[in-house]
């Protein structure tokens, strides 16, 4: 399935930690490449969500399928068919950018890792970049690098975990238009983050979760999401 | 198992130890100062001297492994790249084949500096079984690696994990302190014996065994 889209289909989701629960019953589904934001407050649930879909933490209850095939039970190798962002970039500083790309492609199973490695670093506009060490590079351009890893092995789904957090305005604009360009491609997608500014004028489905629940969702553009959202937070707070 | 995965993520930490260098550096001064401090203790006489060196060379190599396990794993933890690994499509046991592979590697290295000091400090005397040392010393250093290995993944995953590694790998490393040291007691007195072959067996059991249970249960200490 890699480097097509992928249909994600999420039921009954629920993750406790002790008496804490971190996400419950969420489920939805996404048809081969719809973007899915999913907006919340912080603690809403949202990285436990995205977690549990990249399979590093077990749900506690609940079912995923990926293009109808169990994905929780599905074998290790199947990692290849996701990609994960998140605001932490996953990189090694002491390497430089295409080194990094080179060992995850590795990883990955690629055939010709350095190759691709420069493709992807090409996509997300850092081919100057490839022999600096990930350490020495500003904030924003790791974290581009880190896009160019999510992406080296062309996967169908693409899951991003807040990764606007801790970027400048102009990195984080520069980060839009490199994920903008992803859904472009037709990736499935599904984005979370706690800042309604930062929701992509790609998105095409929204869901709303406040401690771990979920309080709205739907298609987009289907009305003004602000305002979806501040009714979704005041009643949770009712 | 991915023995190219494996093989990527032992390359991976050569090239950043190589890079830093900080870390077996700093092991081979700290396991050099521990063998001195034996020699400074008591004032020994020569004969002591060679009944200490054998226990003296595996105290320095443990004391100095410890600090340098922990390194090692704290840099898959620098931008959670850990996550990264996690998320590819990779088989935790080769996730633990390359790092087992890679902290043998650097302990073999502290050993290329660390036992000439202490057969020279210690006055020890090999009799020419230098292939005999060489196969204890691997056997063990294997033992210790991935024991070390698998418990700086545990205490990585702690928040006092500096302390808690110690304390986790020095009470299941005395079977293999016991046999490099007894091994080469053995060995520096009557030479490659039963005795010495008792203890290189003890070794290589000890390394099946914990080889083993650390590759299959290193899964569970990784995941969240």
Known sequence: MTGTRARLRVEGLTRTYGPRVALEDVTFSLAAGEYLVVLGPNGAGKTTLLRTLARLIRPTAGRVWLDEEDWLAAPADRQREIGVLSHATFLYDDLTALENLRFFGTLYGLSDPAGRGREALATVGLEAAADRRVGHLSRGQAQRVAIARAVLHDPGLLLLDEPYAGLDPRAAGRLSEALAGLARAGRTVVLTTHDLARAPVAATRYLILVEGRTRSAGALPAGDLDALYERAVAAAGD | ?224
Do not use: H
């Open chain 2, 1 to 224: 198992m991915g023995w190219r995965a494996a093989g990527a993520i032992l390359a991976k930490d050569l090239r950043l130890e190589l890079r830093r260098v900080e870390t077996v550096a700093t092991m081979v001064v700290f396991a050099v100062l521990v063998a001195l401090i034996f020699v400074f203790a008591g004032d020994p006489t020569p004969a002591d001297l060679r009944r200490l060196g054998p226990g003296a060379l595996w105290v320095s190599l443990l004391f100095a492994g410890a600090i340098g396990f922990g390194r090692w794993f704290a840099q898959e933890e620098r931008n959670q790249a850990l996550q990264g690994l996690l998320v590819s499509p990779i088989d935790p046991a080769a996730l633990f084949a390359g790092k087992w592979a890679g902290a043998t590697v650097f302990l073999l290295a502290l050993e290329c500096v660390l036992v000439p000091v202490t057969l020279t400090l210690y006055q020890l005397d090999v009799r020419g079984a230098w292939g005999e040392l060489a196969l204890l010393l691997v056997l063990v250093t294997l033992g210790y690696a991935a024991l070390g290995t698998f418990f700086a993944a545990v205490a990585a995953r702690t928040t006092a994990g500096e302390l808690l590694l110690p304390i986790l790998l020095f009470p299941l490393s005395v079977p293999l302190v016991l046999a490099g040291a007894e091994g080469g007691q053995s060995l520096m007195e009557a030479g490659p014996t039963r005795s010495y072959w008792d203890w290189v067996s003890l070794a290589a059991a000890f390394d099946v065994i914990f080889g083993t249970v650390c590759t299959l249960a290193f899964e569970y200490v990784i995941e969240e």
